[in-house]
């Protein structure tokens, strides 16, 4: 079955630098479309970055310029690299894969920014 497991999270000041990660099995990795999502506290889940099966990607406004995300398909992993951060940026970080249009998510992972 689809699994996605996030990891590298945490506490960062502002301006700090982090990256997260999502290892995925079950699917052809490869061939998918991948996302991150995140979700602050007391606000829905948005939608944060993009990555095609051919490494095209898109980004919400909010953290254009600041944000990275990119995948190792010999790895099966999914990476956001995070710069710049803010302390609206503080939210549980999701990976989000639809495989035959159902969507599926990993646990989460948190990052803290703050001083």
């Known amino acids: 079955q689809v699994q996605l497991v996030e990891s590298g999270g945490g506490l960062v000041q502002p301006g700090g630098s982090l990256r997260v990660s999502c290892a995925a099995s079950?699917?052809?990795?490869?061939?998918?479309?991948m996302n991150w999502y995140r979700q602050a506290p007391g606000k829905e889940r948005e939608f944060v970055a993009t990555?095609?099966?051919?490494?095209?990607?898109n980004y919400v406004d909010s953290v254009k310029g600041r944000f990275t995300i990119s995948r190792d398909n010999a790895k099966n992993t999914v990476y956001l690299q995070m710069n710049s951060l803010k302390p609206e940026d503080t939210a549980v970080y999701y990976c989000n894969v639809r495989v035959y249009n159902v969507p599926h998510w990993g646990q989460g992972t948190q990052v803290t920014v703050s001083s």
């Open positions: 079950g699917f052809p990795f490869s061939r998918y479309i």
């Open positions: 990555i095609t099966s051919t490494g095209g990607t």
